[in-house]
């Protein structure tokens, strides 16, 4: 049988409105399309031949994104159950995000010493080494706390985690840190710190029950503020970098949360966080690395070559500040994302209250590390860095009985320690 063209195809099916000179075989091939209820059978079976094929395609695709996920199904949900299961009296039921992280790490720790259940979340990024987060995944992992990787945006994960276990509470440090890094990838900061953060107040809105939710905030919304020390009744709103820009738009966001949604909510202002299985981009961190291998460091000065000075923080002060937050958390008071009455809002200052000078600082090193540091001295750059900063944490002494123990000398002596282990070193060379 001759094939048709498109012309063909589109001719009237009305008889007698076109005359067909065709042989016999194409008047009866016509004649069978001549009838509109022969058309709307063709068409029926055009369609359902369409939406079969597209079924078996989505099918397949699932098939592929089940087989590839990094999370889900049956051993995945027992894994995720056994390590929420609480082992004390009145205990918490705890998501931490960024749980691979250098604050997670610990405050997930801390929780699980304590016989609290804890369920980790962490996308593993690599904004600095990844090994060191499966390092601190496989401490978390020897003290069974399971570690789910992926991102805190990812809405179906959530949803699934807050499906399968009740929390009663979230620790939410999951985020993209680092002033300076924000110059070079803005976009990651838009991404974690205010898309990440929305996703994850959706999933608790809608959670049955809501839980009460701490998260880290910074001491960089202080921005630049002049007045020291930093309270929390402090104007934020002159942000010297996009991280703290997000990190305030975060502050902002949670209140909104907390309004509509009655979402139980304590926002941390971190100060300069420092201890064992720290962050390598910070300086603390960078420097000790420097001075052992005999590179030189950039200290930064500031306007008039005065001495940049933070207020160092240990990190076992800072947890200490986190679990109490978690304990005097108020319940939510919303339900199927509506809201029954005010909720609880707060905002604390975790700092050391006692600033000191990044050549102090880099002294302590030089005397723990006995090597002495080549320094390049630098004016500050215009890259986001404040001159200073100090808190005032009487409200945390207050409503947290916050009370930070260790001085900078202290917590250098810790880490170097750790350093010196973890990396391999004896008297100052590397044993690798």
Same mark, same amino acid.
């Not at 985690?161 to 009740?166: I, Y």
């Not at 996009?242 to 926002?267: F, Q, W």
């Not at 052992?292 to 500031?302: A, F, H």
């Not at 860095?385 to 930070?404: C, M, Q, W």
């Given at each position: 049988?001759?094939?048709?063209?498109?012309?063909?195809?589109?001719?009237p099916?009305?008889?007698?409105?076109?005359?067909?000179?065709s042989?016999?075989?194409?008047?009866?091939?016509?004649?069978?399309?001549?009838s509109?209820?022969?058309?709307?059978?063709?068409?029926?079976?055009?369609?359902?031949?369409t939406?079969?094929y597209?079924?078996?395609?989505?099918?397949?695709?699932?098939?592929?994104?089940?087989?590839?996920?990094?999370?889900?199904?049956?051993?995945? $949900?027992?894994?995720?159950?056994?390590?929420?299961?609480?082992?004390?009296?009145?205990?918490f039921?705890?998501?931490?995000?960024?749980?691979?992280?250098?604050?997670g790490?610990?405050?997930?720790?801390?929780?699980?010493?304590?016989?609290?259940?804890?369920?980790?979340?962490?996308?593993?990024?690599d904004?600095?080494?990844?090994?060191?987060?499966?390092?601190?995944?496989?401490?978390?992992?020897?003290?069974?706390?399971?570690?789910? $990787?992926?991102?805190?945006?990812?809405s179906?994960l959530?949803?699934?985690?807050?499906?399968?276990?009740?929390?009663?509470?979230?620790?939410?440090?999951a985020?993209?840190?680092?002033?300076?890094?924000?110059?070079?990838?803005?976009?990651?900061?838009?991404?974690?710190?205010?898309?990440g953060l929305?996703?994850?107040?959706?999933?608790?809105?809608?959670?049955?029950?809501?839980?009460?939710?701490?998260?880290?905030?910074?001491?960089?919304v202080?921005?630049?503020?002049?007045?020291?020390?930093?309270? $929390?009744?402090?104007?934020?709103?002159?942000?010297?970098?996009?991280?703290?820009?997000?990190?305030?738009?975060?502050?902002?966001?949670?209140?909104?949360?907390?309004?509509?949604?009655?979402?139980?909510?304590?926002?941390?202002?971190?100060?300069?966080?420092?201890?064992p299985?720290?962050?390598?981009?910070?300086?603390?961190?960078?420097?000790?690395?420097?001075?052992?291998?005999?590179?030189?460091?950039?200290?930064?000065?500031?306007?008039?070559?005065?001495?940049?000075?933070?207020?160092?923080?240990?990190?076992?002060d800072?947890?200490?500040?986190?679990?109490?937050?978690?304990?005097?958390?108020?319940?939510?008071?919303?339900?199927?994302?509506?809201?029954?009455?005010?909720?609880?809002?707060?905002?604390?200052n975790?700092?050391n209250?006692?600033?000191?000078?990044?050549?102090?600082?880099?002294?302590?090193l030089?005397r723990?590390?006995?090597?002495?540091?080549?320094?390049?001295m630098?004016?500050m750059?215009?890259?986001g860095?404040?001159?200073?900063?100090?808190?005032?944490?009487?409200?945390?002494?207050?409503?947290?009985?916050?009370?930070?123990t260790?001085?900078?000398?202290?917590?250098?002596?810790?880490?170097?320690?750790?350093?010196?282990?973890?990396?391999?070193?004896?008297?100052?060379k590397?044993?690798?």
């Open positions: 049988m001759p094939s048709l063209n498109e012309e063909e195809l589109f001719l099916s009305t008889p007698g409105k076109f005359k067909d000179r042989n016999t075989m194409h008047r009866q091939f016509h004649r069978c399309f001549a509109t209820s022969t058309l709307f059978l063709w068409a029926l079976f055009l369609v359902a031949l939406a079969s597209l079924s078996f395609q989505s099918f397949v695709e699932s098939g592929s994104r089940y087989l590839s996920s990094t999370w889900g199904g049956i051993q995945w $949900e027992k894994q995720v159950r056994t390590s929420a299961q609480i082992h004390r009296a009145n205990g039921s705890v998501l931490v995000t960024g749980a691979a992280g250098f604050v790490t610990h405050v997930s720790l801390a929780l699980r010493k304590r016989g609290d259940g804890v369920v980790g979340l962490d996308n593993f990024n904004y600095y080494d990844p090994s060191l987060k499966k390092a601190r995944k496989s401490l978390l992992n020897a003290r069974n706390i399971f570690i789910v $990787e992926g991102d805190i945006n990812d179906p959530l949803a699934k985690l807050f499906d399968v276990v009740a929390f009663t509470h979230v620790m939410h440090l985020a993209q840190a680092g002033v300076r890094y924000a110059i070079e990838n803005p976009h990651s900061y838009v991404h974690s710190n205010i898309a929305v996703a994850l107040l959706e999933a608790c809105t809608t959670a049955n029950p809501q839980p009460s939710i701490v998260w880290a905030s910074s001491s960089s202080y921005g630049l503020n002049e007045k020291v020390p930093f309270s $929390e009744l402090d104007r934020t709103d002159q942000p010297a970098s996009l991280y703290a820009a997000t990190k305030k738009a975060g502050e902002e966001i949670t209140h909104t949360y907390n309004h509509i949604y009655g979402l139980s909510i304590t926002g941390l202002r971190f100060f300069t966080v420092y201890g299985w720290g962050r390598p981009d910070m300086a603390y961190f960078s420097f000790t690395r420097n001075i052992l291998q005999g590179k030189p460091i950039t200290v930064y000065r500031g306007k008039n070559r005065v001495d940049l000075a933070r207020d160092f923080t240990y990190i076992d800072i947890v200490k500040g986190c679990v109490a937050s978690l304990d005097t958390a108020k319940k939510s008071t919303g339900s199927g994302g509506k809201k029954r009455g005010p909720a609880q809002y707060r905002i604390f975790l700092g209250t006692s600033p000191v000078t990044v050549p102090m600082m880099v002294g302590i030089e723990q590390l006995k090597v002495k540091a080549k320094k390049k630098v004016e750059p215009g890259n860095d404040v001159p200073f900063t100090h808190a005032n944490i009487s409200l945390a002494r207050r409503e947290l009985g916050y009370k930070p260790t001085d900078l000398q202290t917590g250098l002596k810790k880490f170097v320690r750790w350093y010196l282990s973890y990396y391999g070193y004896s008297h100052g590397s044993v690798k």
